[in-house]
Each structure stands twice: as C-alpha cells, then as structure tokens.
C-alpha cells in the first residue's frame, strides 16, 4: 500500500468552477502537509504549506487538513486556465526531512 | 535570486554508460535533496545533504548510485553502469535552514533516458 494515495486525475473543469483535489495517507507520523504545482517541463512549485489540522488560506487557494481521518485537501476558487497543471500532494514526518509524494492530479481549467 | 539549477536538462545514453547530472542549490541553502520521478510513479525521494554531509540516504535505490555535494555546494549525482530502469527525471531541491520548518525549492530536473 502506498504512504499517499493520489488520484491522478485528469479532472477538466470551466473557468471559474471550484476545483477540489484530496489525498489520503497512511503514515500517522505525517506532521508537515504541502501541496505543489507542477507545469509540464517544470519543477514542482510548492503552493501551500500547513502544519496543523485545520483549513489554510492563500488568495483562490485553501488547503485542509483532517489528521483524525489522515485526509488532506486542496480547493480552487474562480479557477482560471493558468491554474492548468498538476497538482501533488506531499508531506512530511518533520522539518527537513523527505518530502513524501502522491502521484499528481492533472488539471485542465477550460476557457 | 537564482533558483535551483539542474545540468543537462536532458541525456539519453546507453545501456551500462555513466552519466553524472548536476545540481545547484540557490546560495545559502545548506539542505539538499535529490528526488525521482519514474514513468507513471510518483516523486521519490532519493537522498538529503546538509552542507556536505549525508544525513539520510534511505532512498537510494542501490549502490550504482553515487552522490556527493563536495564544499558544500553543489551537489552531483552519477550513476554507473545506467539500466533501463534508471530511466526518469531526477529533481534536486535545496532549503534554509530556519525555524518552523523549511520549504523545498525545486529545480526543473534532469530527463535521464536509458536505452
């Protein structure tokens, strides 16, 4: 069984749709929660970080986390078609250590 | 402020060659890591530096792959003899060393293709 489970995806939704993205995970040491963008060809670029459960905020993006049921999500508002890109749940035991990845959900935000 | 950069962006080689790719960090960032990206797999962590030492290695697959960050500062990754399945894009990332926590910035990553 894997440490995080992703659902690849590809999701396609209007501009302007709500997009929600979830992982599960397995490893109840997970204290440090990330969400990455990644664009073809690219690095990924970390969006959102959290520690604790509970919901974070950042512009369109709020990213939640309920350790009680090891879920984490991601949510888009007002999504635009610059938001196309794949997303990735990680996390982590503590500070510098490795990160651990899902496999990426590809999104595509349709004009 | 430069960000992490990878050499090559790409390199195809053969079977049982080497190949040496290159990291550097964004200046002042004592961590280190190098990470993996199989066909249709998810990212995995490979190994983390902090300043030139190896603090954890868990994640190297076996002993065809050496890493070593001398001074310091950049940090190499070669693998000899390459197989098949060696074949993925390899990312490196480094972080500060600060309180709370670091982020990991990445590079774009070098495409290895092994025929």
């Known amino acids: 069984q894997k440490e995080v489970e992703q659902d690849p995806g590809p999701l396609s939704v209007p501009e302007g749709a709500i997009v929600s993205l979830n992982c599960t995970y397995s490893?109840?040491?997970?204290?440090?929660f990330m969400w990455y963008r990644q664009y073809s060809r690219k690095g990924p670029e970390l969006l959102m970080y959290t520690y604790s459960s509970g919901n974070k905020e950042d512009g369109r993006f709020t990213a939640q986390v309920d350790k009680s049921s090891k879920y984490i999500s991601l949510f888009i508002r007002d999504s635009q078609p610059s938001d196309s890109a794949t997303y990735l749940c990680?996390?982590?035991?503590?500070?510098?250590?490795?990160?651990?990845f899902g496999t990426g959900t590809k999104l595509q935000v349709i004009p | 402020e430069a960000g992490v950069t990878q050499f090559p962006s790409h390199s195809v080689i053969e079977k049982g060659q080497t190949v040496t790719l290159r990291c550097d960090p964004i200046s002042g960032h004592d961590n280190l890591y190098w990470y993996r990206r199989v066909m249709g797999k998810e990212i995995k962590f490979l190994l983390h530096?902090?300043?030139?030492?190896?603090?954890?290695e868990s994640g190297m697959p076996n002993n065809r792959f050496l890493a070593e960050r001398t001074g310091g500062t950049y940090s190499t990754l070669k693998v000899q003899p390459a197989e098949l399945e060696d074949s993925g894009v390899y990312f490196c990332a480094s972080s500060q060393a600060l309180p709370g926590g670091d982020e990991q910035f990445f590079g774009p990553g070098t495409r290895l293709t092994v025929l």
């Open positions: 990680a996390m982590s035991v503590g500070s510098y250590q490795k990160v651990t």
């Open positions: 530096f902090v300043k030139e030492s190896k603090q954890d």
């Open positions: 490893n109840s040491a997970f204290q440090y």
